[in-house]
């Protein structure tokens, strides 16, 4: 078996002098299939010099390890393969004769040493023996017809990927990795036309646009997320996917991601409430912050008649935020240089100050001004005078002033929510 993986690797890229054969052997092992072995005076050539035959360039090692029968021996295991594993190296596994635990040792030394170890995975090749019969079965064949297909599982590794791409975008919110193993998974369909070329197109557009919509919640595109533009294209995609069979391991990961998605919808001020709501669940503090004190001021703008896109109302209504909250005369007010654009925000102020002074306002406001020296603190690197934040204050207030919110709109403005 392992002499036919070899073989079949040379034929798909011929090996050099720095390959190398590793085969793991435990003392048995080594004995009866490693080394050369006469019974009844026949030599039986072990598997070292059936590979050495095949005078190929690689370098031959066989690397002992212990049984596997106690969890110490598992891990002694694990740490020789390990050891053994070149750093960005592309690696083939052979896992025919292993004990039946290990497949899956080697599955989870696979996935760690991809991470820590920047391996790439070629194949992993299993023979399937059974097919033949029976061992007793099997000796009794002439070795001519001892041929059992050789199984490549290296789907099983596609098949981790997705799941690790998946937590990352669940946990954590982060598309990119679900972006990569789409774009590599649909090449092949855009190379040679066919019934899938379309469904993969739809697919990497649904890649695209779930990597934009995550990418304008980290750096707080908040006019982007309100439009929505990215979440409508996801789930007018997914529409046109409706019975396709396509990606298999990706098409599951799509139904999670359309209910994490439900409450976005396009050109609503709401999707920034569930921005906030998103960085939250993904411990996103910085963003969250801000994407809440910006939400605060579109959310008053648009409930008091304005445009709260445009930017002297976001900057005048910061100003007649804290005039009203402070009760500041107006021979204190702090106002534009400029006569025009000084006349210009007394004459606002002077319009929403009695719609500020409101109780629903005035819880907004008093939420507003609770996250402003959080925001400046985070956004300072805590640097600013008396400064006195923790990570954990700053997580922890957060969480609180989220909930103050969303009670707020909850008890005033009922329907703004969606659940």
């Not at 007793?136 to 002439?142: L, R, Y």
């Not at 017809?145 to 199984?151: D, G, K, T, V």
């Not at 959080?374 to 300072?380: A, C, D, E, T, Y």
């Amino acid at each position: 078996m392992q002499e036919a993986v070899v073989q079949i690797l040379h034929q798909k890229e011929p090996f050099t002098e720095q390959d190398k054969v590793i085969t793991f052997v435990t003392e048995h092992a080594k004995a009866e299939n490693w080394e050369d072995k006469e019974t009844n005076g026949e030599i039986r050539e072990g598997l070292c010099t059936c590979l050495r035959r095949l005078n190929l360039p690689f370098q031959i090692k066989a690397v002992a390890i212990p049984n596997g029968f106690s969890e110490k021996e598992i891990w002694d295991i694990f740490q020789k393969v390990y050891e053994s594993i070149e750093p960005r190296s592309t690696v083939y596994f052979d896992i025919t004769h292993a004990f039946r635990f290990l497949p899956m040792l080697g599955m989870v030394l696979i996935n760690y040493a991809q991470f820590l170890k920047e391996i790439e995975i070629g194949g992993i090749y299993y023979g399937a023996f059974e097919k033949l019969g029976s061992a007793s079965m099997v000796k009794k064949m002439p070795l001519q017809e001892r041929n059992a297909p050789i199984l490549d599982l290296g789907g099983l590794i596609s098949l981790n990927e997705w799941t690790n791409a998946a937590n990352n975008f669940f946990e954590y919110g982060r598309a990119e990795a679900i972006q990569k193993l789409v774009n590599e998974a649909v090449k092949p369909f855009f190379v040679k036309k066919g019934p899938h070329q379309k469904p993969a197109i739809i697919v990497n557009k649904i890649a695209g646009a779930l990597l934009d919509f995550t990418n304008d919640v980290i750096t707080n595109r908040g006019k982007r997320i309100c439009e929505g533009n990215s979440v409508k294209q996801i789930f007018e995609n997914l529409n046109e996917l409706e019975g396709e069979n396509i990606l298999p391991a990706f098409m599951y990961i799509l139904r999670r991601i359309e209910e994490k998605l439900q409450n976005f919808q396009p050109a609503t001020l709401t999707n920034a409430y569930y921005a906030i709501q998103w960085a939250i669940d993904n411990n996103w503090v910085q963003q969250a912050f801000t994407q809440m004190d910006e939400f605060l001021i579109s959310f008053v703008l648009e409930q008091l008649g304005m445009d709260w896109k445009c930017q002297f109302n976001r900057q005048t209504l910061n100003k007649a935020v804290q005039i009203v909250s402070q009760d500041i005369p107006e021979d204190k007010w702090k106002l534009s240089n400029e006569e025009k654009t000084r006349e210009k925000e007394i004459e606002w102020i002077h319009k929403v100050k009695p719609r500020l002074e409101e109780k629903a306002f005035q819880e907004l406001m008093r939420i507003m001004n609770g996250i402003d020296s959080m925001r400046n603190s985070i956004n300072h690197g805590g640097y600013n005078k008396d400064d006195n934040q923790t990570s954990k204050s700053l997580y922890d207030n957060l969480k609180v002033f989220f909930e103050r919110l969303t009670q707020t709109l909850k008890t005033h403005w009922p329907d703004f929510l969606l659940s």
